[in-house]
């Protein structure tokens, strides 16, 4: 699943402030409320796990 951290500065009031979101979205103004502000910035937090094989371990046994 993608994961963006957004920065976003309002036009109206100058006020600047992040937003994490699942996608890049307009955003309204936590300041002034002006609505439909774009980000001027999205960050890709978007983190790939890939798992790694196991380690094949060898164990000796001595012959009795």
Do not use: I, Q
Not at 6 to 12: A, Q, T, W
């Amino acid at each position: 699943m993608t994961w963006f951290r957004n920065h976003y500065v309002c036009v109206v009031c100058e006020g600047h402030w992040l937003a994490e979101a699942a996608e890049v979205l307009d955003a309204d103004c936590p300041h002034c409320r002006a609505y439909d502000v774009a980000p001027y910035r999205s960050d890709d937090l978007t983190r790939v796990k890939v798992r790694a094989p196991a380690a094949k371990v060898r164990v000796k046994v001595k012959a009795a």
